[in-house]
């Protein structure tokens, strides 16, 4: 929380010189700033032009509108995250293609294979994920929360990815932290429900069945 | 501990400052009882794993330099617009303040000079009734009139526009008469009048008129004017 508060002292140092004409805190600001503001864009459309689109228009927002930022209502973070989520859907709309759809059967298989592989019997200890990256699977487990719907999307993203803690996520999504707990937890199910689904027998045995 | 709880708690074992993390003891130990449980405990702890290789892959991932380059272009085109804006809002501003001083300043110039022409009006209601004709005049002799100055011309020029001005009588000696001698008012027959000069055609029709004679200290008239009805009155 300490730390928190420090960085958004830090950013309003940098906003209000920022304000005052000073391209060297512009420049600060962003470089703090925009790899949080990339990757959520990535992670969220799986489109690294989309990304760059979006987080230039991002900065775009706080160059041309500063006043818009309110330190009242929330950390200048949260404020960015949500012009890069207003303009995530917007493209969305226009462009519902944007959005990659995993759901080929063959990655899938790859990744139950590897996430349940074992004796092939329900009572064998299950496997880790230890050699994830000799499989490959880092890119398969993104294809997978590309499936999430947005707003679970955005809580993974945010807590898993980018290691927010609740607050901070609820901050940036603009929700309650209840929520942001709760949808979480059913984003992780889904997630392992998908890693899960191509082997049915696998998923029989965690259920008991 | 039972199933459901379990499943309550065990996605945020490892996420400090939640109920999970703090029953993390009685959730793994219901995990070692529960078959079913521990699948699920190791499936998620194979899904954190693959989610902190993500994050770890992808923690550099950033936007590429060009676009660092073009937003400080548009910060510079934005901030030089808005500081041309801001020049121009404090030079309509400093005109505006500049005006508005001048305003005041010929304001309180012309209240100044006023308070004379108020202040003669409340002692002389004449001299109030010209106050245009005083303006005109202070502003000729000076700011620092004195009230009696002003009425005193005031009533100078009320007795040249009743009388007219005095003529030299034919006889007259001594020009210099009118300074050392006196003044007498006296009624002229009409004929008195015009044998000495004087017009008296548009004069009110009647048989007296009323003159001024300048006499001398020796007594002999040296000039006459005529007198108005109406200041007589």
């Not at chain 2, 379990?6 to 993390?21: A, K, M, Q």
């Not at chain 2, 009696?148 to 009588?169: H, K, R």
């Amino acid at each position: 929380m300490e730390m928190t508060q420090n960085t958004d002292l830090a950013d309003d140092r940098l906003l209000r010189r920022m304000l005052a004409g000073d391209e060297d805190a512009f420049a600060d600001l962003y470089r703090r700033k925009h790899p949080a503001i990339y990757r959520f864009a990535l992670h969220m459309s799986g489109n690294p032009a989309l990304a760059e689109d979006v987080t230039q228009e991002v900065f775009m927002a706080l160059i041309r509108e500063p006043g818009r930022f309110d330190p009242a209502r929330g950390s200048l973070g949260a404020f960015l995250f949500g012009i890069a989520r207003n303009h995530l859907r917007k493209r969305w709309e226009q462009e519902r293609r944007l959005v990659p759809i995993a759901q080929d059967s063959d990655e899938l298989d790859d990744f139950i294979a590897f996430a349940v592989s074992g004796n092939g019997h329900g009572n064998a200890p299950p496997s880790t994920f230890d050699d994830l990256d000799a499989l490959d699977t880092i890119g398969r487990v993104r294809r997978a929360i590309s499936t999430l719907p947005e707003n679970y999307r955005g809580v993974v993203v945010l807590c898993e990815l980018e290691e927010m803690s609740y607050e901070e996520a609820a901050e940036a999504l603009s929700c309650p932290v209840g929520t942001v707990r709760s949808r979480l937890h059913r984003a992780r199910t889904m997630l392992l429900d998908k890693l899960r689904e191509a082997h049915p027998v696998r998923r029989a045995w965690a259920r008991g069945k | 501990m039972n199933c459901f709880q379990f499943e309550e708690l065990f996605h945020d074992l490892d996420r400090p400052g939640t109920d999970g993390f703090a029953a993390r003891d009685s959730v793994l130990a219901h995990a070692e009882s529960c078959s079913r449980c521990a699948l699920l405990l190791t499936e998620a702890e194979s899904l954190d794993l693959a989610l902190s290789a993500l994050s770890a892959r992808e923690n550099g991932e950033q936007a590429s330099p060009r676009l660092e380059k073009l937003l400080r272009e548009e910060f510079r085109r934005g901030h030089a617009v808005s500081s041309r804006r801001r020049v121009r809002w404090q030079i309509a501003a400093l005109s505006t303040a500049a005006v508005m001083l001048l305003t005041l300043g010929l304001l309180l110039r012309h209240r100044s000079g006023t308070p004379t022409g108020v202040q003669s009006g409340s002692l002389n209601p004449s001299a109030a009734r010209n106050s245009g004709a005083n303006a005109t005049n202070a502003g000729s002799i000076g700011a620092d009139t004195s009230t009696s100055d002003v009425a005193l011309a005031e009533n100078q020029q009320a007795d040249s526009d009743s009388e007219t001005s005095f003529v030299p009588l034919p006889y007259a000696d001594d020009s210099m008469a009118g300074e050392g001698g006196a003044i007498v008012r006296v009624m002229h027959s009409r004929p008195a009048l015009a044998s000495l000069g004087l017009r008296v055609t548009d004069m009110a029709d009647t048989d007296r008129v009323p003159a001024d004679i300048i006499v001398s200290e020796d007594g002999a008239p040296q000039a006459i004017r005529l007198v108005s009805q109406s200041s007589l009155d």
